[in-house]
Structure formats: C-alpha cells, structure tokens
C-alpha cells in the first residue's frame, strides 16, 4: 500500500462524520467536562483540602519519625547502659574469681602450716612418750639391777656373815647411832 492510500483511507468522508451537539464532537464534551470539574475543584477549594490533607500527612509522618528517632536514643542508651552493666558484672565476676582464688590459696598455706604444726606437734608428743619410755625402761632396768644387787649382796653377806659378825655389825650400828 501506498502513502496516498493510507491517508486517503484515513480522511474522513461525509458518511464516516461523527455526530456533533451544539457544534461540539464528544471529544469536546469530555474536555468541557473536564474543564468543569477542575473548575469547580478550584471553586470548593479543593486542591487546598488535598495540600492540607497532605501536609497533614507529611507532618504526621514527621512525627513518627521523630518518635522513631527519639525511641532509637532511647534504646541506643539503654543498650549503652545494659553493656556498661555488663562489662561491670564482668570486672565483678572477675574481680569475684580473683578474691576467691586468694582465699583459696590463703586456705591452703594456713591448713598446710596447721598440719606443719599438728606434726611437729605429734611428733614431739612421739618423741617425748619415747623418752619417757625410755626413762621408765632405764629406772625399771635399774630398779632391778638394784633389786638384784641387794638380793645378791644380802646372799653374800649370808654367806660369809654368821651370828656372831652379825652381832657385831648391830652393836656397831647401835653406837654410831647413839652417837
């Protein structure tokens, strides 16, 4: 198809005219209307309504933000807060450790010293009840050694005393007595 037949084809022709009212086509109409709307829009004022609605809107939305805003310090300060807290239970909890593993240790040098001295204690206890027995020993041994000397001398001077030296020795102890 040519050019000259398309524009041909699309030129209106007396049978293909649209119909028109009061000399308008309805292209018209839809603008007049249009025209009338945004007319009495203006005229009830309601592109101020729209501005007011909308900076309504954007002050609300403002508001919100600031309340975000303002809750995001609040929770940046209650975050800062509960992490100081928690570095102070951390230098309590080590603090805590340390202190009982210096009593521990305190614990353990007095309880090695106690049994230091509990030994040394019992050990001169040992030693002393030793000794003791050991001096019993020594005066039980001599107690016998003395208890058979006498038995042995008083068989000796049995043996080699009679009456009459007997005699002689009571007269000699009663004169040195009444001396």
Known sequence: ??????????????????????????????????????VLLIWKKVPGAVGRALDSKIQLIRDQLAEAEALRKEAEALKAEYEAKAASADKDRDALIDRAKHEAQEIIAKAKKDSEALI????????????AEERAAVEQLRAAAADAAAKAAAKIIADRHDASTDAKLVDQAIEEIGR
């Not at 040992?126 to 000794?131: F, G, L, N, S, T």
């Open 120 to 131: 040394e204690r019992r050990t001169r206890m040992a030693e002393d009840k030793i000794a």
């Open 1 to 38: 198809m040519s050019s000259a037949m398309l524009i041909a084809a699309a030129a209106p022709t007396a049978e293909t005219a649209e119909p028109t009212a009061f000399a308008l086509n309805p292209g018209g109409w839809v603008a007049l209307a249009i025209l009338i709307v945004f």
